[in-house]
């Protein structure tokens, strides 16, 4: 479901919620982020790695592992790389609107072609992030909740230190060799389940209405929201039900953004909370909160799924609590 369908499909989606700590990151990629972090920006600090894996982005090349350091403090950040069969970075794989495409050396790989992508307004909601492919295989991203600025970002991929994840010919070769991903369509609200295709900044706007006695109010859709909003630091029991204390949360939810303010998961409140997505591949999807992140897979016929892919995020029931 999008609010315009834009340039990023997966032939098989997943989006899954994590918690923000289930898994160590290895030293090489955690250190050297926050080496690189902490430097260019003062007021940041290491507050958690994550190490998952998911399906991967092209068919016959097996799993992609996900590997993110999580930052918080003055601003929001988040290093990932990806290493396995996902598409090179391009216009057609990235989370939003490419608003900036410039040339940067990075350690022991060259002069490499990167990305900076805006899924809000630029310089006041939404996140800022730099993508790019350090080679067949292997991509990584840099980004952080607004306001940030480009040069910043810069200054952390720059510092970056030289990557050595392998990565197998045969994997290589299928990514040297896959065509960009097709657009997928998304489905209505009569699926009776959230979806996503395409860029991720268009998955949650056209999805259904959520307040205290709507339709749908114990589902794992409402599961699914209230781990948004804990993600950004307010304080609100995970419990699948959509009562007046998840109403309450939500106000504060919407006023800590500068929306509206009236307790319901409209059209407006589930586009921002759009704005807050990142792909890390056409599989793995993140919601950068200002406190944690959440991880999520999207799968088969575009569906969510918590951060494992064993639960579906659906309107009509509610088995993650």
């Given at each position: ?10 032939p ?28 260019a920006?003062p ?7 994550n ?8 068919a ?21 790389r990806?290493v ?11 989370s ?12 022991k790989a ?16 939404g996140?800022?992030?730099a ?6 295989g ?12 480009r ?14 994840a ?8 299928l ?7 097709k ?38 859709y ?6 948004v ?16 204390a998840?109403a309450?949360a ?14 319901i ?7 921002a909370?759009?704005d807050?997505?990142?792909?890390n ?41």
């Open positions: 479901m999008s609010k315009a369908l834009s340039v990023l499909a997966a098989l989606l997943v989006l899954a919620l994590v918690s923000p700590a289930q898994a160590a990151a290895p030293p090489e990629l955690v250190q050297g982020a926050e080496e690189a972090v902490t430097e920006l007021g940041v600090e290491l507050t958690g790695q190490t998952h894996t998911v399906p991967g982005d092209i016959g090349g097996g799993a992609v592992k996900v590997e993110t350091a999580e930052f918080h403090g003055a601003k929001t950040v988040a290093v990932t990806a396995g069969a996902v598409y090179e970075v391009s216009p057609d794989t990235v939003g609107r490419v608003v900036q495409t410039t040339t940067v050396k990075r350690a060259g002069n490499r072609k990167l990305r900076f992508v805006h899924t809000g307004v630029p310089g006041v909601s996140l800022l992030g993508t790019w492919t350090e080679r067949s292997v991509n990584y991203s840099v980004v952080a909740r607004e306001p940030v600025s040069g910043e970002l810069l200054k952390i991929v720059k510092a970056l230190p030289a990557d050595t392998r990565v197998p010919a045969k994997v290589r070769r990514v040297e060799k896959a065509e960009p991903p657009r997928s369509a998304e489905r209505s609200t009569s699926s009776l389940f959230v979806d996503g295709a395409n860029a991720s900044g268009d998955d949650w706007g056209d999805e259904a209405t959520l307040c205290n006695g709507c339709a749908y109010s114990t589902s794992n409402t599961w699914l929201w209230q781990k909003v804990a993600a950004d630091g307010i304080s609100i029991g995970i419990d699948c039900s959509f009562g007046p998840t309450t939500t106000r504060a939810w919407q006023s800590k953004w500068g929306l509206g303010v009236d307790g998961v409209g059209a407006q409140t589930r586009n909370a759009d807050g997505l990142w792909l591949t056409q599989v793995d999807v993140v919601y950068v909160g200002s406190s944690s992140f959440v991880y999520f897979q999207r799968l088969t016929s575009n569906a969510y799924y918590n951060y494992n892919g064993t639960k579906k995020i659906a309107y009509t029931y509610s088995t993650l609590c």
